[in-house]
């Protein structure tokens, strides 16, 4: 079974662009959550979809948003780059269900983003 | 809020046994997850409890306490591999029912001959 996998892998941008990156989860898995990985902060949430619905969200402000295609992949979008946007990237799949196995998060590679 | 605390850096000898904790306040409680994460990788699935008490699976345990909000993760028979930073992740409840992951900001962990 194809792991998650996400595009680009790396990206650099410079301050006031806008940048898409994508996820595409495992197969069968309905939950996609992306999450902002920094030295200095961790693993921060951003926000998680599911069945194309938002279903949570982390305290980012507006300029990061995201969606999720019928397909299950998902896409997150940043606009207006500020340097402190440079970042890992994650995004992780799941099934979603209530057992234990089921709300294991698999996380992609991730996506190195650079603003300059 | 929410607030998760583990040690930043752990060192040890091969062969040796380590033990990383993690506290955390947190409403909704609803399971604590352990990850690994080698530097440069995505993080990887480890352990979850949900119920107080200790999950052993091969070389790796990791222990709950919700009264105490307190777990931590075991790490027996050290192996240059498992240089690696370990991440603590609460599970919680929000409103509307639906649960989000908090993650600790890792201890960095560095196993030495």
């Known amino acids: 079974k194809a792991g998650v996998t996400q595009t680009p892998r790396y990206l650099i941008k410079t301050r006031g662009q806008q940048v898409t990156l994508s996820c595409s989860p495992i197969?069968?898995?309905?939950?996609v959550s992306w999450y902002q990985q920094t030295p200095g902060q961790g693993l921060q949430f951003l926000f998680e979809?599911?069945?194309?619905?938002?279903?949570n969200k982390g305290n980012f402000p507006g300029r990061f948003s995201g969606r999720q295609f019928s397909n299950s992949r998902s896409e997150m979008n940043v606009s207006t780059l500020e340097l402190g946007d440079s970042a890992l990237y994650l995004c992780?799949?799941?099934?979603?269900?209530?057992?234990?196995?089921?709300?294991?998060?698999?996380f992609g590679p991730g996506t190195r983003l650079t603003v300059l | 809020g929410q607030n998760i605390d583990q040690p930043t850096e752990m060192t040890a000898t091969e062969g040796a046994i380590v033990q990383i904790n993690c506290t955390y306040q947190t409403s909704g409680f609803n399971g604590l997850f352990w990850y690994q994460q080698h530097a440069g990788e995505a993080p990887t699935f480890l352990s979850y409890n949900v119920l107080d008490g200790l999950e052993e699976k091969g070389r790796f345990s990791s222990f709950l306490s919700r009264s105490k909000g307190y777990s931590y993760l075991l790490l027996k028979e050290l192996q240059m591999k498992d240089s690696a930073s370990y991440l603590c992740?609460?599970?919680?409840?929000?409103?509307?029912?639906?649960?989000?992951?908090?993650f600790g900001a890792g201890t960095r962990l560095a196993v030495h001959p």
């Open positions: 197969s069968g898995h309905r939950s």
């Open positions: 992740a609460v599970r919680s409840v929000f409103s509307g029912g639906y649960n989000k992951l908090i």
């Open positions: 979809y599911f069945s194309e619905t938002q279903r």
């Open positions: 992780a799949s799941s099934l979603a269900g209530i057992g234990d196995r089921e709300i294991e998060q698999f």
